[in-house]
């Protein structure tokens, strides 16, 4: 290339180079204008928040103070009329650190200071000097601590705002806590109630509200919301209901939390209120489930808010289903599924018609139901007190019934009433008649018009006194129909005589309900029938004591012949002048006066015993003894007959309480009877045996036994038997027996013989003994 074009290269990259440099200065210039320019639009916009910030920390009354490694106090910023009332509170007239004045202020703020330098600790807490109150505020924030001290507060010593002054002398426990939890002021309420003379010693000792109240506190701080919650203290003796609430006191700058304020609203007389109700709520709810009526109440929506358990089971619905609080229309829904409710044409119209009356004012007529299962209910429908429904319901069924079954009793009673012959009437308490059957009327002539007009029982007395003029009668039937003394309610009769003449007996009874009956009955045939049968009565017993007489003197007429032939025949016997057929004929007239004599005997004794003029001669009987001797006397006879005669006695049946002459004769005549009835190869058997209470002896024999028409009347007197005609033996056996206390029966069955058993008991009631060994036997008993 020629230099001269090289030149010219040289000179166009240089000429190039000179233009691209002067492009970059000029580009480079504007850039450094534009930066200057939004240097000095940010450092405007700096001064401008800057003067907003100090603008708004001046509006609100707040200085800030800032604390120096070294723990002095930096010039505090703020206002200088904020600066300056700051200063009057903490110094008043004096110069001073504000900072040495706050720690003076209260022992505890020199604590809060230094862990608020040391550890960052964020306090909040009120100043108190003399000249006011001051809330001071710290945090640390780039690595320095500040102080903000709220000048506001500084207006409550001059009067202008006194809510803390107030919120001390409230009777209400407040306190605040810090973002720590920590406690920074509390009123004298609050110290009171947790026993502490300042916040220094509570802090100190420890001391908390309630250990929920402190949750519920730092659980307001933390989530910025307020809180409630309720608690129970004990102190004093009693236990105490607190209603706490706790607001947040806000954040700070760097997001943590300013602390909390509380407060406890004493609620003990309510919560007792509240639980003295619940308690009558609870014990209505139990008298309610122990009625035997059903209840349902209602609420104003209509929804099922109380039943007792009567209603769970009158309709056997599920409990779980009713717990669920259906509403009325539902139920009745439910209960017409069941046919639990009456039958009705239009449905609808009836449901409508029972739901009705929620706007009701008083309370409807009783309704009754008739259920398909043959149920009858009585409903009761009221308006609640609070609101809705109240709803009763009463099984009638039975009261039905036993109304129905009561009519029909009273009716059966009027008819039964009318059928009688006396005239019965029936008064109330009150004197008026209640009740008269037909024959009332008719005794005393008058008509049940007549009776209906009668308003008390003096006036019907009045009427009744045309037929019996007695004032006296009539007197005591009101006293014992009206007087309510117990003395004058008795039952007493009596006798008047009526006007024509008859004579009427009168009774009255006091009946439970309190009325009395009285009845008058015409006993005139009646006395003149008992007049007769007294007179002939007179007359019977005159002639039994002539009875007894002629008995007697006849027996005493016939006992001196008998004496005589008996002596004669037996003189004849003894003396052998006569034949052998001639003795036999005497030896049967012998035998046949001694039979007299006893027959005579025993009507003697019958006639005594019916007299009453027998007594007992009792005495220890040995019982075997004496049934050898009655066998050995009877022995000959049964042996001439072919027979033979068995004595059982057991050795260790001992002596019985008894009269051993009558006992004797007893078993003598029974003996007699059973030798009479065996024929050859018979066999009579006389036994004892010992029973619970008694003493039995039977005479059993292997005769022909006696036919089953007269066994009933076997102990009757002078019957005709077949066993000897007729007498009073088997008649006196019984009697004697009796006598004793004790009693004879016949066991006895048709061709095998007879069985007479005596019970004679050990326990003998000495009436018919004399009246000494009567004694005598208490006495050996006691």
Not at 684 to 694: D, F, H, K, P, Q
Request: charged fraction near 25%.
């Amino acid at each position: 290339m020629a230099e001269a074009d090289i030149a010219f290269v040289a000179a166009a990259g240089a000429a190039g180079l000179a233009l691209s440099v002067s492009a970059w200065a000029w580009r480079l210039r504007n850039r450094m204008l534009a930066r200057a320019s939004a240097a000095d639009a940010r450092q405007t916009a700096l001064e401008s928040r800057l003067a907003d910030r100090d603008a708004g920390l001046g509006a609100f009354g707040e200085i800030y103070l800032g604390l120096t490694a070294d723990g002095e106090g930096a010039e505090p910023q703020g206002e200088p009329a904020d600066i300056r009332r700051v200063r009057a509170v903490l110094l008043g007239d004096g110069e001073g650190d504000l900072l040495m004045a706050l720690v003076a202020s209260a022992p505890e703020n020199a604590d809060r200071l230094a862990r608020l330098q040391t550890q960052g600790a964020p306090c909040d807490f009120l100043a108190r000097t003399p000249r006011g109150i001051l809330r001071v505020q710290g945090r640390a924030a780039a690595g320095a601590a500040w102080l903000k001290l709220s000048s506001e507060v500084l207006r409550g010593h001059d009067g202008a705002d006194e809510a803390e002054p107030l919120t001390e002398l409230s009777p209400v426990p407040s306190w605040r806590v810090d973002g720590t939890g920590r406690l920074v002021w509390a009123n004298r309420a609050w110290l009171e109630e947790v026993k502490a003379e300042s916040v220094a010693d509570a802090v100190d000792r420890g001391l908390g509200f309630d250990r929920g109240a402190d949750a519920l506190i730092a659980e307001a701080a933390r989530l910025g919301m307020r809180q409630e919650g309720f608690r129970w203290t004990s102190g004093g003796g009693r236990r105490r209901a607190w209603r706490i609430i706790a607001e947040p006191l806000g954040r700070a700058e760097s997001g943590e939390a300013l602390g909390a304020a509380a407060f406890a609203l004493d609620v003990t007389e309510a919560e007792e209120t509240r639980d003295t109700l619940r308690r009558h709520v609870e014990g209505h709810d139990e008298t309610l489930n122990h009625l035997a009526d059903a209840v349902a109440i209602f609420g104003p929506s209509k929804r099922l808010a109380y039943h007792n358990t009567a209603f769970q089971q009158l309709f056997g619905i599920d409990p779980a289903w009713l717990d669920d609080r259906p509403t009325h229309a539902e139920l009745l829904d439910r209960l017409r599924q069941r046919r639990q409710l009456p039958e009705r044409d239009d449905y609808p119209a009836w449901k409508a018609h029972e739901l009705e009356f929620y706007g009701a004012t008083e309370a409807a007529p009783d309704d009754s139901w008739s259920l398909p299962d043959g149920r009858t209910l009585r409903v009761v429908r009221q308006p609640h007190p609070l609101g809705g429904v109240l709803l009763l319901f009463s099984d009638i069924t039975g009261e039905l019934d036993l109304r129905s079954r009561y009519n029909a009793q009273i009716q059966v009673q009027r008819a039964t009433l009318d059928k009688l012959n006396d005239a019965v009437a029936v008064f109330g308490s009150d004197g008026r008649l209640r009740l008269h059957n037909e024959a009332f009327e008719t005794f005393w002539g008058v008509t049940a018009d007549q009776l209906g007009e009668a308003s008390d029982f003096d006036s019907l007395a009045e009427l009744c006194k045309r037929t019996a003029p007695d004032a006296a009668l009539w007197l005591g039937l009101k006293a014992r129909v009206a007087d309510p003394d117990p003395e004058s309610r008795v039952a007493v009769s009596g006798e008047t005589r009526t006007e024509d003449g008859r004579l009427a007996a009168w009774q009255t009874r006091p009946l439970p309900d309190g009325a009395t009956l009285v009845a008058f009955a015409d006993v005139t045939a009646r006395r003149e029938l008992e007049q007769a049968l007294t007179e002939r009565e007179a007359a019977l017993r005159e002639s039994q004591e002539l009875k007894r007489q002629f008995v007697g003197s006849v027996s005493y007429e016939l006992r001196t012949p008998l004496t005589t032939i008996v002596g004669y025949s037996e003189l004849l016997e003894a003396q052998g002048l006569l034949d052998e057929r001639t003795r036999q004929h005497a030896g049967a007239i012998r035998v046949a006066a001694n039979q007299l004599a006893r027959s005579i005997d025993d009507v003697l004794d019958m006639a005594q015993i019916d007299a009453g003029e027998m007594d007992l001669s009792l005495g220890d009987v040995q019982v075997c003894d004496v049934l050898e001797q009655c066998a050995e006397r009877v022995r000959a006879r049964v042996e001439g007959r072919g027979g033979v005669v068995e004595v059982v006695c057991p050795d260790k049946i001992g002596a019985v309480r008894a009269d051993q002459k009558r006992l004797v004769q007893a078993l003598d005549h029974l003996l007699d009877n059973a030798a009479r009835s065996i024929s050859e190869g018979g066999r009579v058997t006389l036994e004892a045996a010992r029973g619970v209470g008694e003493t039995r002896f039977r005479v059993t024999d292997t005769g022909h036994g006696i036919p089953y028409h007269l066994q009933a009347h076997v102990f009757d007197r002078y019957i005709q038997r077949e066993r000897g005609g007729p007498g009073v033996a088997l008649a006196l056996v019984k009697a004697l027996i009796e006598l004793h206390g004790g009693w004879a029966e016949l066991e006895s069955e048709p061709g095998r013989g007879a069985s007479f058993i005596l019970h004679l008991p050990h326990d003998i009631q000495p009436a018919a003994a004399h009246p000494e060994l009567g004694l005598e036997l208490q006495e050996g008993r006691a």
